[in-house]
């Protein structure tokens, strides 16, 4: 029987992030969608592996403990890249900079605060898209909705709770 390394977030049940790739399983993941295997690609793939929902500019910082010498411009073309293979995904929040994950494939919204903007996975409701059932397709084939849960995380509830009332 054959197992796969590879296992998507969000498949087994509950919101359990699955583990950290190791350096070679990125590797066979690049080789499989025809990429060489560089060390750019890698270190961007590992830091946004361990800091989920980043921005480009904290990847860049985390990337350059490992290649000091690499510009914020060449993260950012390897993320477009990884994007578009669906290594990375890109999460676009309602402020601030666009936030990159490896959690990909699985359909998974987003809980944003929107106070300080913490962003946490929330599993698909449904567990594929397009998730939501539309009163109406028009005609369209629809293929993914955009769920965004906006609230106030708990450090901000008990912020919010401590403030002097006007
Ligand atoms: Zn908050
Ligand atoms: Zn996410």
Not at 9 to 17: D, F, S
Not at 60 to 66: A, F, K, M, N, P
Not at 79 to 95: C, H, I, M, Y
Request: charge should be negative.
């Amino acid at each position: 029987m054959q197992r796969s390394t590879t296992v998507m977030a969000g498949t087994a049940g509950g919101t359990r992030p699955r583990p950290l790739l190791a350096a070679d399983e990125w590797a066979l993941q690049l080789r499989g969608h025809g990429r060489r295997v560089t060390k750019q690609r890698l270190a961007v793939l590992g830091a946004t592996d361990r800091h989920p929902h980043s921005s480009a500019d904290e990847i860049t910082r985390w990337v350059r403990e490992d290649l000091p010498s690499i510009t914020p411009q060449s993260v950012y073309v390897v993320l477009s890249d990884l994007t578009e293979l669906d290594l990375v995904r890109k999460f676009e929040p309602p402020a601030g900079p666009a936030l990159y994950e490896t959690r990909t494939g699985d359909n998974h919204h987003h809980a944003y605060c929107i106070r300080c903007g913490r962003v946490e996975d929330v599993d698909c409701s449904v567990g594929a898209a397009p998730c939501l059932v539309p009163s109406q397709d028009h005609g369209m084939t629809l293929l993914s909705a955009e769920v965004l849960y906006r609230g106030l995380c708990e450090r901000c509830q008990a912020t919010a709770a401590a403030e002097p009332q006007p």
